[in-house]
């Protein structure tokens, strides 16, 4: 990948921004596009533009009539969008009703020429706006509509895919501008060994005989490409498709959903009813999909990342805590399944560096936490010594267990908790010298502190305070 494509081949957009065509940054563009392809429209005059989520390859868009009539844009800036190109040989050989619809493809002149891809617009929500348990819910319609998509046809097999898609995300063989970014802000004096080490990683665990099977993948099937309505779904944005196992589908998406090992049981169990195939089946050739899906994972997350931080200089605050928030969620697959041993430090540090740097100080009691006035002549109550530690129950649910010594048997204490960007909860005027915290939505440093409560005869003591650093939610 080139650099400099980076920068010509993507206009740069926040997130849901609706705008009338005629003041959209891109209007003109649109405009033309619009007019190229008037023919295949069914809609009638386009009036308002919607920014969605982009890729380094494309931008998307919403485009709605004056009827309220929608559908779906992605246009690039290179003249031959790889991705774009994908999405439209596979939509235009697949008329299934498990994605979406086909409605133009071409290219414009607009200074140079344009790239783009139209397709329906369907109304409905993404699994990531949804929740697992209605996955979970709904995991025998999921099936089938996994089992469907696997139905289509595809050109790539899995080698072809996977050496495509490191091929494509090598960023490093172009860019100085990354390698001295990671060294000057990371400290880190060779990066393309990153992807070098999973490449590797994935060529040392690739097992011909699980992965190269007949049906049809997705390739990134995380929890934004499904769209599901009324129990219902579909796959979106296929341009990542090959011929494989349809595990590798589960694979991935287990990852980027997080799932306990109870919830993978659960999803293998149904997999196996499904697919008549024995549980003992199902779950040796998931562990094989699962290493080489959480490689590419991996992969796609670092090469967005890189992008975002370094050649956009984190202007999209909204696309870098996505991205923060992926990483967060599958960093327990990637330490579990020791992917990057050496390097795993260094990579945490480069995700959660911004959250670190931008979270509130801590090591201070929060000024909505009542204290005694300094001037106090009487003498203090003893402090109590605080332990706080982060557990991770099977079913993947972060809580911070905190515990503090006794002072004596007939004091009070009072105990709060601070999130990295400063929300407090109080657990006020408590005997009980031990406190569960369930609140964790957020990767950074929670503070915890503790005091003693005064009495007649002594002022409340100081704070003991504990942190706990969360890197996975």
Request: with cysteine.
């Amino acid at each position: 990948m080139n650099p400099s494509q980076l920068f010509s081949g993507r206009v740069f957009v926040k997130e849901e921004q609706r705008t009338l065509i005629g003041s959209h940054p891109s209007g003109s563009i649109i405009h033309k596009i619009i007019q190229n392809c008037k023919k295949d429209l069914s809609v009638s005059l386009i009036t308002h533009v919607t920014d969605i989520d982009s890729t380094d390859s494309y931008d998307s868009f919403i485009l709605e009539s004056h009827s309220g009539e929608k559908i779906k844009l992605k246009f690039s800036l290179e003249e031959n969008c790889v991705d774009l190109k994908r999405q439209y040989e596979f939509l235009k050989s697949n008329n299934s009703e498990f994605t979406e619809r086909l409605i133009s493809y071409g290219s414009v002149k607009v200074g140079k020429n344009i790239n783009y891809l139209i397709t329906s617009f369907e109304a409905a929500q993404s699994l990531k706006e949804i929740s697992r348990n209605y996955f979970f819910e709904n995991i025998k319609s999921f099936l089938f509509t996994l089992f469907a998509f696997s139905e289509n046809k595809t050109y790539r097999n899995t080698k072809k895919y996977i050496s495509d898609f490191i091929e494509e995300k090598a960023i490093f063989n172009d860019s100085s501008l990354i390698i001295e970014q990671l060294q000057e802000n990371y400290g880190i004096k060779n990066g393309a060994k990153i992807f070098s080490e999973v490449k590797k990683f994935i060529e040392e665990n690739y097992d011909k005989s699980i992965l190269e099977k007949k049906h049809t993948c997705h390739g990134l099937l995380n929890s934004s490409k499904i769209l599901s309505k009324k129990g219902l779904f579909k796959f979106i944005d296929c341009e990542n498709t090959f011929k494989g196992n349809s595990l590798f589908d589960v694979a991935f998406l287990c990852v980027d959903l997080c799932l306990s090992e109870k919830q993978i049981d659960f999803v293998l169990y149904h997999y196996s009813k499904a697919s008549n195939l024995s549980q003992e089946e199902v779950r040796k050739e998931f562990d094989c999909c699962l290493k080489v899906a959480c490689a590419i994972y991996f992969l796609d997350l670092l090469n967005s990342y890189f992008i975002e931080s370094v050649y956009f200089l984190g202007e999209n605050k909204y696309k870098i805590s996505l991205l923060i928030n992926d990483f967060a969620k599958s960093f327990y697959f990637l330490k579990k399944i020791n992917i990057i041993p050496d390097y795993i430090d260094s990579v945490k540090n480069i995700f959660t560096l911004p959250i670190i740097e931008s979270q509130v100080d801590i090591s201070l009691v929060p000024n909505e936490v009542p204290r005694d006035p300094d001037n106090i002549k009487m003498p203090k109550a003893k402090k109590p010594k605080v332990e706080a530690s982060l557990i991770r129950s099977e079913e993947g649910v972060n809580t911070i267990e905190i515990h503090w010594d006794l002072v004596n048997n007939y004091s009070d204490y009072y105990c709060y908790v601070i999130k990295p960007n400063g929300e407090v909860s109080k657990n006020e005027n408590t005997k009980e010298n031990d406190f569960t915290y369930d609140d964790i939505d957020l990767i950074g440093k929670y503070g915890v502190g503790v005091k003693t409560i005064g009495d007649k005869n002594y002022s409340d003591s100081e704070f003991d305070i504990a942190e706990v650093s969360v890197f996975e939610i």
